[in-house]
């Protein structure tokens, strides 16, 4: 059995759909699972109305408008005649209204984000799942809220491993007979049964959830790139497509923030031996990259940016030495925030620091901190790293630009530069 995700970009409108359909008929008689985000811009949507409701204004214009969307591509596939889908989306979307105007501050923003932006996925596989069925793909439709078990962290939740993969095996195992069963990415749900969602663009690590529980012969995961590459095509020119990748490669390119895979996909599958496929829906036969357990000598280096990155610097106010209790004090109040440091750099009077630019807690941590430490920061900054350096990609790189931070290790260079 086989797993493939599709993002919201390979289902972003009819054709994509349709796409997506051929995709799954060029690869039956496989068993697959497939797993499927929200459709288009579908979860930045939903994102917008629930801000909305925050703010306490009328949502209905855009509610109005996202169902829209929705109703003309099931329009579109040839699906308006089906009276139980047009029931479900009716369904869905009041359930997504009633969700808006009961918005309570009790509740907290996080527990009715995973409430509201997870429904964006449950209207995209009824919709999916219906075609199939209609263009003549026996598929089945699993509720991912009822197999993927977390904890109550909600838009972060950590998998509860054990009950996870034993509810996966026991619901796939009574739909072996559907050659296709259809789940969505990003959901899931605590002890309680309220819904949970594991991270922005976590759908990749649903995939990688359902593979290593079925013990998956692959996971592929469906883009619209041609592959891993190693560096954006849309900031960097004269990008190469990685053929193979160590899954130990693979997986420090998503620490240090590239986006083609989800950072917590890859330890999951590596463990278990699982091959990973990155490939193009536009071009699906073209061979894409394999992420696997190998050795690949002279890997063209990664270049990795991020933008909107603040550089913190903590110095000590009586103009001592930094020591393991100050640099303890700070990671226990990142740690708290759940922040995440993409660099750090330490002297002997002070410790920087470089973030994704939040300015709701870098001020609760300058709060936190600011008895202990002057607190300086910069912010507007972008940060470059390189994986598999050498001199003459550096060089490049930093041409023209005013460097803040640099930091090189034997394998791995970043700077911190102002836009």
Same mark, same amino acid.
């Given at each position: 059995? +086989?797993?493939? =995700?599709?993002?919201?970009?390979?289902? /972003?409108?009819?054709?994509?759909?349709?796409?997506?359909?051929?995709?799954? /008929?060029?690869?039956?008689?496989?068993?697959?699972?497939?797993?499927?985000?929200?459709? !288009? +811009?579908?979860?930045?949507?939903?994102?917008?109305?629930?801000?909305?409701?925050?703010?306490?204004?009328?949502?209905s214009?855009?509610?109005?408008?996202?169902?829209?969307? $929705?109703n003309?591509?099931?329009?579109?596939?040839?699906?308006?005649?089906? %009276?139980v889908? !047009? *029931?479900e989306?009716?369904?869905?979307?009041?359930?997504? %209204?009633?969700?808006?105007?009961?918005?309570?501050?009790?509740l907290?923003?996080?527990?009715?984000?995973?409430?509201?932006?997870?429904?964006?996925?449950?209207?995209?596989? *009824?919709?999916?799942?219906?075609?199939?069925? $209609?263009?003549g793909?026996? &598929? $089945? #439709?699993?509720?991912?809220?009822k197999?993927? /078990?977390?904890?109550?962290?909600?838009?972060?939740?950590?998998?509860? #491993?054990?009950?996870?993969?034993?509810?996966?095996?026991?619901?796939?195992?009574?739909?072996?007979?559907?050659?296709?069963?259809?789940?969505?990415?990003?959901?899931?749900?605590?002890?309680?049964f @309220?819904?949970?969602?594991?991270?922005?663009?976590?759908?990749?690590?649903?995939a990688?959830?359902?593979?290593?529980?079925?013990?998956?012969?692959?996971?592929?995961? #469906?883009?619209?790139?041609? !592959?891993?590459?190693?560096?954006d095509?849309? +900031?960097?020119?004269?990008t *190469?497509?990685? *053929?193979?990748?160590?899954?130990?490669?693979?997986?420090?390119?998503?620490?240090? !923030?590239?986006?083609?895979? $989800?950072?917590?996909?890859?330890?999951?599958?590596?463990?278990?031996?699982?091959?990973?496929?990155?490939?193009?829906? =536009?071009?699906?036969?073209?061979?894409?990259?394999?992420?696997?357990? &190998?050795?690949?000598?002279?890997?063209?280096?990664?270049?990795?940016?991020?933008?909107?990155?603040?550089?913190?610097?903590?110095?000590?106010?009586?103009?001592?030495?930094?020591?393991?209790?100050?640099?303890?004090?700070?990671?226990?109040?990142?740690?708290?925030?759940?922040?995440?440091i993409?660099?750090?750099?330490?002297?002997?009077i002070?410790?920087?620091? &470089?973030?994704?630019?939040?300015?709701? /807690?870098r001020?609760?941590?300058?709060?936190?901190?600011?008895?202990?430490?002057?607190?300086?920061?910069?912010?507007?900054?972008?940060?470059?790293t390189?994986?598999?350096y050498?001199?003459?990609?550096?060089? @490049?790189?930093? +041409?023209?630009?005013?460097?803040?931070?640099?930091?090189?290790?034997?394998?791995?260079?970043?700077?911190?530069?102002?836009?």
């Amino acid at each position: 059995m +086989k797993v493939f =995700k599709f993002g919201g970009a390979s289902v /972003k409108d009819s054709a994509t759909v349709q796409n997506m359909a051929n995709i799954i /008929k060029a690869n039956q008689p496989e068993q697959l699972i497939v797993i499927i985000s929200a459709m !288009g +811009k579908t979860t930045n949507s939903i994102e917008g109305l629930l801000q909305s409701a925050l703010d306490a204004e009328d949502f209905s214009e855009g509610l109005m408008s996202l169902q829209k969307f $929705h109703n003309n591509i099931v329009k579109e596939l040839n699906l308006s005649h089906d %009276e139980v889908l !047009g *029931k479900e989306i009716a369904e869905i979307y009041e359930e997504l %209204e009633s969700q808006l105007n009961s918005f309570s501050s009790s509740l907290g923003y996080d527990y009715l984000y995973d409430q509201t932006v997870s429904l964006g996925e449950i209207l995209s596989t *009824k919709i999916v799942v219906t075609f199939l069925n $209609h263009s003549g793909i026996d &598929c $089945h #439709w699993m509720d991912a809220r009822k197999v993927i /078990k977390t904890d109550s962290l909600h838009r972060a939740a950590k998998i509860d #491993w054990g009950a996870t993969q034993n509810i996966i095996r026991s619901n796939v195992s009574q739909h072996i007979e559907d050659k296709v069963i259809v789940s969505q990415g990003f959901i899931g749900s605590n002890s309680n049964f @309220d819904t949970t969602t594991l991270g922005r663009e976590g759908s990749d690590f649903t995939a990688a959830i359902f593979g290593t529980s079925i013990k998956a012969e692959s996971v592929t995961i #469906w883009k619209d790139v041609p !592959g891993v590459l190693n560096a954006d095509p849309k +900031k960097f020119e004269n990008t *190469k497509r990685y *053929k193979q990748l160590p899954f130990k490669e693979a997986a420090e390119m998503t620490f240090y !923030g590239a986006t083609v895979i $989800h950072p917590k996909t890859i330890k999951p599958l590596a463990q278990m031996n699982i091959p990973l496929y990155v490939k193009s829906f =536009k071009n699906p036969d073209e061979p894409g990259t394999l992420i696997n357990e &190998c050795t690949i000598p002279d890997l063209a280096p990664a270049i990795i940016h991020k933008d909107k990155q603040t550089v913190i610097s903590f110095k000590i106010s009586d103009f001592s030495f930094i020591n393991e209790h100050h640099i303890s004090l700070i990671f226990e109040n990142i740690n708290r925030l759940n922040l995440t440091i993409n660099l750090m750099q330490n002297s002997a009077i002070s410790f920087t620091i &470089c973030m994704d630019d939040n300015p709701a /807690k870098r001020e609760m941590l300058r709060t936190a901190l600011m008895e202990e430490f002057l607190i300086y920061y910069n912010e507007g900054l972008e940060l470059i790293t390189v994986k598999n350096y050498n001199q003459k990609t550096i060089t @490049d790189l930093m +041409k023209d630009k005013e460097v803040i931070i640099e930091q090189r290790s034997r394998n791995n260079f970043q700077m911190v530069y102002k836009a």
